[in-house]
């Protein structure tokens, strides 16, 4: 609890060796929104809809929500 430094690093980490998993960029998205840096958690759902054009929809409402100053 707490550490949501580390939690990003770990993440980072993970999808640096999968840079094509699309689920390893998700969960790093919602660490970086986690641990408040809101423009990387975007600019990770973005990739996301490059890799996975069918979670655009999705992705699209949670970078809007973000956006917004919400926590999808």
Known sequence: A???DLVVQIFEEDSAKRPNDAQALLRLAAAYLEAGRRSDSIRTLEQVIVL????????????????AGRNP
């Open 52 to 67: 996975e054009p069918s979670f655009k929809e999705q992705a699209t409402y949670y970078i809007n929500e973000i956006r």
């Open 2 to 4: 707490g550490r949501n």
